[in-house]
């Protein structure tokens, strides 16, 4: 149950439900679950570990807050770990695997008017690249990383046109994988990564200079 709750209030961080700096209100998010404050406060332990939030003595659980410093080091480390297992895939590929990307590429390509949508098809879709690499370490890397890296995420894919180049990556990915090129599949696998971060920093930076007039 914990780990359910952390992964339901991971979402609703990464949807903006709950926003930067923002108190948690134990009695209210217990009551959602129909649980007792022991094992909401597991899943907010559980939540301090991935980043999401900051626990303070008598002062309870605060979203954290987003950081410039954070995004370009997550990002960078996400780069090597989903190149990696882009190389792997590629390695490993085989008709049933390629059949599998074919629809992942689908899910993407028809979601690509909704943002949450897209991220979310997206992540997906590095983690199913990530099963086919076939590395169980990597695989919960990778996952782990999704969960402190989903909101800048978010940011990266915020515009239709951000959109429009993602997709044109994606397409050249899968095609890359079913090819068998590990070489390309890594390049193309970093730079959508590295792409995403430099958009969301892009935003980050506007939303600090919104808040912080001159």
């Known amino acids: 149950m914990p780990l359910q709750i952390a992964d339901a209030l991971a979402g609703d961080i990464i949807e903006g439900r709950f926003s930067p700096g923002e108190r948690l209100n134990e ?30 003595p008598q002062l309870g659980a605060r ?3 987003l950081s410039l410093d ?18 792997r895939a590629a390695a490993r590929i085989d008709a ?17 008017h909704n943002a949450e949508r897209y991220e979310r098809a997206s992540a997906a879709t590095t983690m ?3 099963v086919i690499g076939g590395s169980p370490p990597l695989i919960e890397m990778i ?3 999704a969960h402190r890296i989903g909101r800048y995420a978010r940011m990266g894919l915020d515009s239709a046109a951000r959109r429009g180049t ?21 390049a193309i696998q970093r730079r959508l990564a590295l ?14 200079s919104d808040h912080c007039p001159a």
Do not use: Y
Request: proline content about 1%; overall charge positive.
């Open 166 to 186: 993602s997709i044109g990556h994606w397409r050249l990915l899968v095609k890359t994988l079913q090819a068998g090129d590990a070489d390309r599949a890594e």
């Open 96 to 112: 049933n695997s390629a059949r599998r990307l074919d629809t992942m590429l689908r899910n993407l390509e028809r979601s690509l």
């Open 128 to 130: 199913e690249i990530a």
């Open 63 to 65: 979203v954290t807050a």
């Open 27 to 56: 009695v209210q998010l217990a009551a959602r679950w129909g649980v007792s404050r022991s094992p909401l406060r597991e899943a907010l332990r559980i939540l301090e570990k991935r980043g999401m939030v900051v626990l303070t």
């Open 195 to 208: 792409d995403n971060r430099d958009e969301a920093v892009k935003v980050l930076r506007r939303k600090i």
């Open 143 to 145: 996952e782990s990383f």
């Open 70 to 87: 954070e995004v370009d080091q997550l990002f960078e480390m996400r780069a090597v770990l989903v190149g990696l297992a882009s190389r």
